[in-house]
């Protein structure tokens, strides 16, 4: 069988390494490597023009919107709160571009943490701008369990509770059109939101790339298949 392509959205950063400082496509090794466990191939996509995200998704069999910095709270109509961090309005841009083209196309898509908070702000949805509780430290990823909603698509690759680990300040408030709560944490925080059938859409708020569980990409993949 063919393997899949899961694109995977990157950060555009300022990087070091060896004797160069130079602006970098950066990605966790945790994200490729993931994809690549759960039998698909795995192609990275930095910023571009948001016009060029439909073509890139025509390539594309899977795409996968990793996480990252805070999206910039005017593309939910409200003003950056104290705690909320600077904006990256290139990823911002071409992003939502690449959610809004793999919506438009069928192609089975998952968003992990910032992912999924665009993906409900791509579907007109909005977002609590800080929260505590969810960080274990600076740098440090914690765990916490959550809780799937019987009924859905998470819950038929996740039927149990289960630890996840997850560095995240903010979270989903009104939820996008469409979109449906699949998984909870104890304190109720939305932990995992999809679109019903016929689409494989799902976001999750921790970060699977930091585990072993390969459930919820080896999901996206068959999906792909």
Not at 1 to 22: F, H, K
Not at 24 to 38: D, E, F, I, N, T
Not at 185 to 195: P, W
């Amino acid at each position: 069988m063919t393997q899949p392509l899961i694109g995977v959205s990157t950060y555009l950063e300022q990087a070091s390494w060896g004797v160069w400082r130079l602006p970098a496509a950066l990605l966790p090794a945790g994200y490729p490597r993931l994809v690549q466990s759960s039998g698909g191939l795995a192609a990275m996509l930095p910023p571009d023009e948001p016009g060029r995200a439909a073509a890139t998704v025509a390539r594309l069999d899977g795409l996968v919107v990793a996480g990252g910095p805070d999206v910039e709270p005017v593309r939910y109509g409200a003003e950056p709160g104290p705690r909320t961090g600077p904006p990256a309005r290139e990823r911002d841009a071409w992003e939502l571009a690449l959610i809004r083209a793999a919506l438009d196309s069928g192609t089975p898509l998952l968003g992990i943490c910032r992912g999924m908070q665009l993906l409900n702000v791509a579907l007109g949805g909005t977002l609590v701008q800080h929260l505590d509780g969810h960080v274990e430290a600076v740098g440090v990823f914690g765990r916490h369990p959550v809780t799937p909603v019987a009924g859905t698509l998470y819950a038929s690759l996740v039927p149990e509770e289960s630890s996840v680990p997850t560095y995240h300040h903010q979270s989903v408030d009104r939820l996008g059109d469409g979109l449906v709560v699949s998984a909870h944490a104890h304190d109720g925080t939305v932990e995992a939101v999809e679109l019903p059938d016929p689409a494989w859409v799902l976001g999750v708020q921790w970060h699977p790339e930091m585990a072993d569980d390969t459930r919820v990409m080896a999901g996206l993949v068959r999906a792909a298949s």
